[in-house]
């Protein structure tokens, strides 16, 4: 019977990453430590020579469904694969395999190979993702609109300064990588609870030379595990970078409503909206992205858990890290080439974003009117006071505050009307926004010119 899947992963949000965790790269990776440490014992003199030589030759010839096939009968999976990889050697080389090693010398220096990519290909899709958020913030620097605080118009910004914002904020991002690249780069090759007492007398030196050849760091000192602050740290940044695309896939809903209609993910001539309304264009791939996210955050909990283990070890860990790994690098990934790929296709309406820019009749000018007060000698507080009733009134009424603002007898002795027309013309307020946005295109082309 053909294997059925379950989860989405295996099909609908599968990306190339997802070979980073697969049975047959983690076999490989096992296999490749237990070459790794035969090779280290037979350079210290451990083991005869020749040894690693045969075990190394021995690794092409195992396959996985014999180590599953060991892993039944006695339910152990890495000792599955030792078995399997001895039956494979020449000679007497197989019962060298595994020398002095604990399972979690092998499972979690794997683990940290398996990590330390898995970063380096999210760095390398953050990157693509900045690209384009870079040339967003480029191409619309001046393309005015309004500002919302708390649901509600504020005053005017740019297209230009949102990207930048996004865009900054993934910098931190492909930052925090690189700090996280090192603390999670550690492997261990020290035995039952971490004292190296199967490796003798020369334990800390085998350890260092393993850790040499695999480009990885050693840890100074361990029980029978990586101490798993370290995934942990992993987890929490694959939620952190999850949250940020959340952010920005939830903004591009919320400016795609009918109500708003400034900006639109892109929709494909033969796509379906609704499978009852035709008329429909919902932004189901930003939604998506929302809705992996949670799953992404949610896995911070048994990642945080799993710091937690009794004594010297125990193995809660195991279960649910077969889990959360793959789960938060497939999600993410595709989350980020899902946005990606809306950023590029991104529609924009310049004539609704015009319209929402002056849908208040000028109100979102109050504090552009209020500090020119304050500068033809009129008190802060007074000029506020002014101005708030007269955007109640304008609202209520449904007037112009140009309108309204003439009519006052402080406000007309202040002002002429052309003066007023040039105070509330909403492209003229957005203060450095042009500025910071071209510092930032500045700085982060500086930063990845290569």
């Known amino acids: 019977m053909d294997h059925k899947f379950i989860s989405p992963i295996e099909t609908r949000y599968r990306t190339e990453i997802a070979e980073l965790f697969t049975e047959e790269e983690k076999l490989n990776n096992w296999m490749m430590i237990e070459t790794v440490l035969a090779k280290v014992h037979e350079k210290l003199g451990n083991i005869p020579k020749g040894a690693a030589q045969k075990i190394d030759e021995a690794r092409e010839k195992v396959k996985l469904e014999r180590v599953k096939e060991i892993d039944k009968e006695i339910h152990h999976d890495l000792m599955a694969m030792v078995k399997a990889l001895a039956e494979k050697c020449e000679g007497d080389a197989g019962k060298y395999i595994h020398l002095g090693a604990t399972s979690y010398d092998i499972e979690d220096t794997a683990i940290a190979l398996q990590l330390k990519e898995a970063l380096n290909y999210i760095n390398n899709s953050l990157k693509i993702l900045l690209k384009e958020l870079v040339r967003l913030m480029e191409d619309k620097k001046e393309l005015v609109c309004i500002g919302r605080t708390h649901g509600q118009h504020a005053i005017p910004t740019t297209y230009g300064m949102r990207f930048g914002v996004w865009a900054y904020e993934v910098d931190r991002h492909i930052d925090r990588i690189s700090e996280t690249l090192e603390r999670i780069s550690y492997g261990k090759m ?59 896939a939830r903004e591009i809903r919320v400016l795609q409503r009918n109500e708003i209609a400034e900006i639109f993910e892109p929709f494909k001539k033969g796509q379906v909206g609704s499978s009852t309304m035709p008329h429909k264009r919902n932004p189901h791939k930003s939604e998506r992205i929302c809705s992996l996210a949670r799953v992404v955050k949610s896995n911070i909990i048994p990642a945080l858990d799993n710091i937690v283990l009794e004594d010297e070890r125990d193995l809660t860990n195991s279960a649910s890290e077969r889990v959360i790994f793959a789960e938060n690098f497939v999600f993410l990934d595709f989350m980020i080439s899902e946005l990606t790929k809306i950023l590029q296709g991104l529609e924009f309406d310049k004539e609704k974003i015009e319209e929402n820019l002056n849908l208040t009749k000028g109100a979102c000018l109050a504090e552009k009117i209020m500090v020119e007060l304050v500068n033809k000698g009129l008190g802060r507080q007074e000029g506020h006071e002014i101005l708030r009733q007269a955007a109640i009134k304008a609202r209520n009424e449904n007037l112009y505050m140009k309108d309204i603002l003439i009519e006052d007898n402080k406000i007309k002795n202040l002002f002429s009307k052309e003066e007023l027309d040039e105070i509330l013309d909403p492209h003229k307020y957005i203060g450095k926004a042009i500025e910071q946005i071209e510092t930032l295109i500045k700085f982060l082309k500086n930063k990845y010119k290569d």
């Open 190 to 248: 020290s035995g039952a609870v971490g004292t190296m007492a199967s490796f003798g007398v020369k334990g800390i030196e085998l350890q260092n030379e393993v850790m040499k050849e695999l480009n990885l760091n050693p840890e100074m000192i361990a029980n029978q595990v990586v101490q798993r602050d370290r995934h942990a740290e992993v987890i929490l940044l694959t939620a952190l970078i999850g949250q940020t695309l959340a952010k920005i």
